[in-house]
């Protein structure tokens, strides 16, 4: 495993660097927009009412302090150096480290997962191998994790309120990227003019942003990223003229002691100024929420050896003006255009306004990636994802989130109309997501990683604190248009919540269902058994939906041969061929039933009907015929079936293995075309068939009369035809259920499914084989 691990990475760094450059290039567009027209307001909204005029350059020195180390400890220690290496299978974000916990701890509150999908090759390539043995208290906080229900609870919570503000900073963060460009339009303009231009004009830019996210973060990239690779070659050079034509020596503000001055001196409000400050990392979260759709090493590269150095000049220039103008001039104007040459003014507008547009990128599509995360984990109603390219698979685009974000977007720019309470409010958001991410990471650290409880508790003791600091400034200006994240998270929170806690419910009715009654009146099941196969298409990997039993019930008949299928997703690239099925038996053989479960990856490609009808079939047979002659047990529990499965191909893969042909010939024609050195097993003459079947069985392994008869069994349903058995489930709380339960369940849940995508399937459903049953959830 170590050599085929090794030979994996030498390949990929001999072909892959010029890859990795490019994708660093456009991260400068996705990733890094946001962080890098923080220049554009971070000053303005730091000195615009917390601090009082001075005749010294302590505050400006305290501030320009502030945001360097800022800048340092935050995005370039925290997030480049260690949370970057917490990817849950190459994605980021709040619930990639929410995800990583459910497969180390086993907390996930959804039964979904399967040993089985963590044998998979590319799983294993992606996973966490050979890892040093767990620590003891490490292995206690697992056990604890996985025996309290509260702390499952808790721990969900907390995932949702970091994904809810990331949500809420996708609404915020465009608004005033895109507000604080357009607001160098005063300068050219008189003051009465200019507040009626700004708005209207950010607005149609902020249309026209949010009309572009369908072409792909692939496009896109290329096309933004020119855009902040000038803007920041631009603010950088602009930095480095003001410190040497004002302030040389304006350097020595990086020392830490500026910062203990200027919290001395300014007291409460250097305190609650400290908010401004905070949004000179806004965008660093979408580092690692954007870690799916670049890599690693991209996005290191480009912020260590670009985005660092050109924001820390920025910020040393505005800095070095200030510090000069501000003495001489009674009545200067605090923000980054006066800093800027006067003669570049309109090139720079033009270039910040570009920019700011690139900015509100990184968090649009870090959006997408969590809300597909939620979305995967039960957490969050169905919605349409598009890919948008076929090499990188993170790269998605959401409808309706898109235009969610830019109805919200709009509605905050007409509704604030000033910078200052819009960053009050992206502060808020910001600081939030990255505390979660912050304790979700100490978790982490422990319990993925293996690490000592120490390393874990200083993680969070220096980074927490710094957080904290920054949490309690910006929450104090929480009616000044703090209370705007708040209150879209608290909505996004009550959705996630109602749509996870009815889909556990509905999850947990189809497990507690079963057909043991069924199985006990032996192999006609005491119920007529139709010619055909029936596929019942279902959301579980073990026991049986309760549709079905409403359906037998009901109806009691149903096909020769019974298929429940269940298609379902994993967290690889691509699933191999010869990995693709999971198929067992639910009851003995004679009873004809067969689970079957379908593993795509998210960059596989799923074949149209017939190829799928055919290819699990095969499936099927090939199960058949290499578990032949293994004893089977009439008393099988259905509902723990999963973990007697075995792995399956599709038919190209077994070269060695059963193939099927079909065809409208007749018999002898079939006995005539079949290879000697074959033996064929074909299905009975039957009256005007409309296609013959025929499996194409290897001589060896030899198989027994059962496994014959059970193959020949296949052929005629396969003969007959398929037909599919689509469930409509309703849910409604049981009679007796509190007030609550009723409105979540009844209201909530209802409406938010009705009004989803329904649930996605690998094949097109030919309507005329269609059945459709429905039934009320009683939970």
């Known amino acids: 495993m170590d050599l085929e691990a ?33 220049p554009l307001y971070v000053y303005k909204n730091t000195f615009e009412e917390d601090i009082q005029h001075s005749e010294t350059n302590e505050e400006i020195y305290g501030v320009l302090s502030f945001v360097f180390w800022t800048l340092t400890l935050v995005p370039l220690l925290k997030y480049v150096f260690i949370v970057l290496r917490a990817d849950d299978n190459g994605e980021g974000g709040t619930f990639a480290l929410y995800s990583l916990l459910c497969r180390h701890g086993r907390v996930n509150s959804l039964p979904s997962c399967q040993l089985a999908d963590e044998e998979l090759i590319e799983y ?14 490490g292995s206690r906080l697992k056990s604890t994790l996985e025996k309290h229900r509260v702390l499952q609870r808790f721990l969900l919570v907390l995932a949702l309120i970091g994904t809810c503000m990331v949500i809420g900073d996708g609404i915020l963060t465009p608004a005033i990227s895109v507000f604080s460009a357009v607001s160098g339009l005063e300068l050219s303009m008189s003051k009465e003019h200019h507040k009626y231009v700004e708005v209207p004009v ?9 009309a572009l996210q369908h072409y792909g973060t692939h496009r896109v990239g290329f096309l933004f990223a020119p855009v902040i690779l000038i803007w920041l070659l631009c603010i950088s050079a602009i930095g480095l003229y003001n410190i040497v034509h004002w302030d040389p020596h304006v ?22 100024s400290l908010g401004g400050i905070l949004l000179c990392i806004t965008g660093s979260e979408a580092m690692f929420a954007d870690l799916g759709h670049f890599s690693q090493l991209s996005i290191k590269i480009a912020f260590t050896s670009f985005v660092y150095p050109s924001l820390v000049l920025a910020y040393m220039g505005q800095a070095a003006y200030l510090s000069r103008h501000h003495i001489i001039e009674s009545d200067y104007r605090i923000g980054f ?15 910040a306004i570009l920019a700011a547009v690139v900015g509100s990128q990184a968090i649009i599509t870090g959006t997408f990636s969590i809300v597909k995360q939620c979305s995967s984990l039960g957490c969050f109603p169905r919605v349409k994802i598009v890919h948008t390219s076929s090499k990188i698979h993170g790269q998605i685009y959401i409808p309706e989130i898109n235009w969610l974000l830019m109805v919200l977007c709009l509605a905050v720019t007409l509704g604030f109309r000033d910078t200052r309470r819009m960053g009050n409010a992206s502060g808020l958001a910001v600081i939030t997501v990255m505390l979660v991410t912050t304790c979700l990471m100490s978790l982490v650290i422990v319990l993925c990683w293996q690490k000592s409880v120490f390393l874990a508790v200083a993680f969070v003791l220096f980074f927490g604190t710094i957080e904290a600091l920054y949490f ?9 248009g703090a209370w705007v994240p708040v209150a879209l998270s608290f909505i996004f929170l009550i959705v996630m919540c109602i749509w996870h806690y009815g889909t556990l419910k509905k999850y947990e009715f189809d497990v507690q269902n079963n057909i043991n009654w069924l199985l006990t009146l032996g192999p006609s099941l005491g119920i007529v058994r139709v010619r055909g196969i029936g596929l019942v298409q279902t959301e579980l990997v073990s026991g049986i939906p309760a549709i079905f039993s409403h359906f037998v019930t009901n109806l009691p008949a149903f096909h020769q041969v019974l298929v ?3 298609i379902k997703s994993v967290p690889v690239p691509h699933v191999r061929p010869e990995e693709r099925f999971l198929v067992g038996h639910i009851g003995p053989r004679e009873f004809r039933l067969y689970r079957c479960i379908v593993r795509y990856g998210y960059r596989d490609v799923h074949k149209d009907d017939t190829e799928f009808e055919k290819d699990l079939v095969c499936s099927i047979a090939e199960f058949i015929r290499s578990t032949t002659g293994s004893p089977t047990n009439a008393n099988e529990d259905p509902e723990n079936d999963s973990d007697k499965m075995t792995v399956v191909g599709t038919c190209s893969t077994h070269s060695d293995g059963i193939r099927m042909s079909e065809d409208d010939d007749d018999a002898d024609n079939i006995e005539a075309a079949s290879p000697s050195e074959l033996k064929e097993i074909r299905s009975p003459p039957a009256i005007k ?12 392994p030899e198989i027994d009369s059962g496994a014959r008869e059970e193959l020949q069994e296949l052929m005629e349903a396969r003969e007959a035809g398929v037909a599919y058995i689509l469930g409509h489930s309703y849910v409604k709380a049981k009679q007796g259920s509190s007030l609550i339960r009723k409105l979540v369940i009844n209201y909530g849940y209802e409406f938010l499914r009705r009004n989803s995508r329904p649930s996605t399937y690998a094949l097109t459903v030919p309507h005329a084989s269609t059945l459709e049953v429905g039934m009320i959830y009683h939970v």
């Open 6 to 38: 090794g030979f994996h990475q030498n390949h990929v760094k001999k072909e892959s660097w010029k890859t990795v450059l490019v994708l660093a290039y456009q991260s400068l567009g996705v990733v890094y927009g946001d962080l890098s027209t923080s």
């Open 124 to 137: 294993k390539k992606d996973g966490i191998v050979g890892l040093a043995p767990e620590s003891n208290f």
């Open 202 to 210: 950010a607005c149609i830019i902020l249309i026209c942003l949010f």
């Open 251 to 272: 350097y020595r503000a990086l020392s830490p002691y500026y910062m203990y001055k200027f919290l001395r001196k300014t007291q409460r409000g250097g305190w609650m």
């Open 337 to 351: 255009y006066v800093s800027v040459p006067e003669k570049l003014r309109w090139p720079v507008l033009v270039i």
């Open 472 to 480: 309690t400034a910006s929450l104090i200006k929480f009616l000044e």
């Open 564 to 566: 429940f299928l269940c």
């Open 689 to 700: 068939p409309q296609k013959r079947v025929r499996f194409i069985v290897p001589k060896t």
